[in-house]
Nanobody, 123 residues
């Protein structure tokens, strides 16, 4: 079992920045690829970004490329999502998740999930 807890969400104006954190406990976090997903009101949950267990491979959805940066610190069992130049359309609940797949954008492959943190971007 891996327990994931997100933090760092909040209310920010368009153009601002937030840094989401994902604290992991339980089984060795470094053995899992970490992903971030988001779900806006009335929409399906979508993939945002992922980082492989050794941080050798990252993936981003096109809409956040150049604005968001994913990272991890396996020594601290922490994952991060730095979000810059935020837009109102980034408003959503953001979830941290973990998978044994090396690289995955498919939420069905993620087996551990956090409870989510709300990000609201005002215009």
């Amino acid at each position: 079992q891996v327990q994931l807890v997100e933090s760092g969400g909040g209310l920010v104006q368009a153009g601002g920045s937030l840094r989401l954190s994902c604290a992991a406990s339980g089984r060795t976090f470094s053995r899992y690829t970490m992903g971030w997903f988001r779900q806006a009101p009335g929409k399906e949950r979508e993939f945002v970004s992922s980082i492989s267990w050794g941080a050798g491979a990252t993936s981003y959805v096109d809409s956040v490329k150049g604005r968001f940066t994913i990272s991890r610190d396996n020594a601290k069992n922490m994952g991060y999502l730095q979000m810059n130049s935020l837009k109102p359309e980034d408003t959503a609940v953001y979830y941290c998740a973990a998978t044994t797949a090396y690289r995955s954008t498919d939420e069905r492959e993620y087996i551990y999930w956090g409870q989510g943190t709300q990000v609201t971007v005002s215009s």
